[in-house]
């Protein structure tokens, strides 16, 4: 018998103890340590204590916490990080001239704050604090100009970087929705040209072979009788006329199954909406609550959220859009509100046909819009389907 092997797991430190570096940043967060060099080398410089020395080790390992921590921490918190580094420069000046890097530090996080006029004015007062400290504690020049100059410059580096990144960050971000909303609309583009190309031809060849089928009755009741009515020519024709049809209703089928996988589903839709009111600068708020699927509802409430979305996008001017779907007593219900200007008919182009599609499946349509220039400006549209509804015979 072999010895039963163990299995050894790596328990993972806590987030607040070590959380890892973003993979994005690379190499550069671990060279800008060597900024600490003078703080080391200073007590080989001076004469330091072995209380001063002690007393060093601590608050150095809780800068280089804060360090690593501030580069994933939530915005709300870098504010923090930065009076913490600031802190250990200010404790550990007195007797260490080389603490001053840990302003500089300190004006790196501020640039990295979300509001560029708040990390501005973190950034020279951080510099300002560290450079009045150093004169206090009667350092030599050599030390105050650094605090002085570097501070804001190391602050305004990072500020622009930091700017840049978010700049690169948004723009993968636009790609990514418009190759999402592009494959979405040539899925769309593929479902219409097998609907127009596929299923009105074989919809039509159904109808002519069941035509052709009751000609083909009419004359087998006119013909002779013979010894074996199979072998008739009517009978024949009969025959293939029924295999024709079998064969145009089961392609019909297919292209119904393909159409509906190509079509976008309800909450392809949903995500795609989100995405487009998103990306116009208006916050979206999701409310779904649906029970079960079902192909043909999802369908009407998918081309129906796409094309009031839309209208958000376009004519609204909203600042905040809900959307909810939920079910009902009398149906499934979706629910578009904006507080955008106000004033919409049912005269545009788009709720008209929004208002055409739901009504042809026997549902109700509901626009609330206020004009007034107040707070209580905004649209809310209310779409309202049956339980149950038989779409129209096309894939």
């Given at each position: ?91 550990m ?24 006029r ?157 995405t ?9 708020e ?9 192909h ?32 009902t ?37 509901r ?29």
């Amino acid at each position: 018998m072999t010895a039963p092997t163990t299995m050894i797991r790596r328990r993972q430190l806590p987030s607040w103890l070590f959380r890892p570096l973003p993979p994005e940043l690379g190499w550069p967060p671990y060279l800008w340590l060597l900024y600490v060099v003078p703080f080391v080398v200073w007590p080989l410089l001076a004469v330091a204590s072995a209380r001063q020395l002690i007393a060093a080790v601590p608050l150095f390992l809780l800068f280089l916490w804060s360090y690593f921590q501030a580069y994933s921490a939530a915005p709300r918190h870098r504010l923090l990080h930065v009076g913490l580094q600031a802190t250990v420069g200010l404790v550990m000046l007195p007797w260490n001239e080389g603490s001053v890097v840990f302003f500089i530090f300190a004006a790196a996080v501020a640039g990295r704050l979300e509001e560029e006029r708040v990390a501005w004015r973190v950034i020279l007062l951080v510099g300002v604090v560290g450079t009045v400290w150093a004169w206090l504690m009667n350092a030599n020049l050599f030390t105050v100009l650094p605090v002085a100059f570097m501070t804001p410059l190391i602050g305004a580096v990072t500020l622009h970087q930091e700017r840049e990144r978010r700049a690169v960050v948004a723009l993968h971000q636009a790609t990514a929705r418009n190759r999402e909303l592009a494959a979405t609309a040539e899925r769309e583009r593929i479902a219409r040209d097998l609907h127009d190309a596929l299923g009105h031809t074989l919809s039509l060849v159904v109808l002519k072979a069941q035509v052709a089928k009751r000609l083909a009755h009419g004359l087998s009741a006119k013909e002779p009788q013979m010894p074996n009515p199979a072998d008739s020519a009517s009978s024949i024709l009969l025959q293939e006329l029924s295999e024709l049809e079998a064969a145009a209703r089961g392609a019909l089928q297919d292209v119904r199954r393909a159409v509906r996988g190509y079509r976008a589903t309800l909450d392809e839709a949903v995500r795609a909406s989100r995405t487009l009111i998103e990306a116009a600068g208006v916050t979206c708020e999701v409310s779904i609550a649906l029970t079960a699927p079902d192909h043909n509802r999802d369908a009407v409430l998918a081309a129906v959220l796409r094309e009031l979305c839309t209208n958000v996008v376009r004519h609204a001017g909203a600042r905040h859009c809900r959307i909810s779907l939920h079910e009902t007593a009398t149906g499934t219900q979706l629910t578009v509100v904006d507080d955008g200007r106000g004033g919409v008919t049912h005269t545009g182009e788009g709720l008209r046909g929004v208002t055409e599609r739901v009504h042809a499946v026997g549902g109700q349509v509901r626009v609330e819009s206020r004009p007034s220039p107040g707070a209580s400006s905004g649209t809310t549209v209310v779409v309202t389907l049956p339980p149950a509804f038989a779409m129209e015979a096309t894939p």
